[in-house]
């Protein structure tokens, strides 16, 4: 189990951030995703001058962690410097995170997936 706290870990988003691409919106985001043996992986986002073809953040920290060698369930914890949109919610539930930690209006939020997605679905559950 990981010795890293929920603070440690956003600070590591919010520092990784300043990396981020983001040209066209000036909104930078860090995403910082904490594996259950306490190695950090990190992404930002990726914009793009075509919009539908950026990257989020957290795909962008899942994808290199998945590279890797990380799996579902491998993770503890994810932190982000903003509020995760609908797709990045659906992603930390399928990559199996206990708890999502993100900023939301000036505040830091603590949630689980499920109260992030509620009626959220994986492979088990498409029927």
Known sequence: MSSISDAELLAAADAVA?????????????CAVLTR???????????NASY????CAEPSAFARAIAEGYRPGDFVAVAITASPCGGCRQMAREMGVDRVIFRNGGRVVTMTPDELLPESFDSTNLS
């Open 52 to 55: 539908p073809l950026g990257v």
């Open 18 to 30: 300043a990396h981020a691409y983001a040209p066209y919106s000036n909104f930078q985001v860090g």
């Open 37 to 47: 043996e306490g190695h950090i992986i990190e992404g930002v986002n990726v914009e």
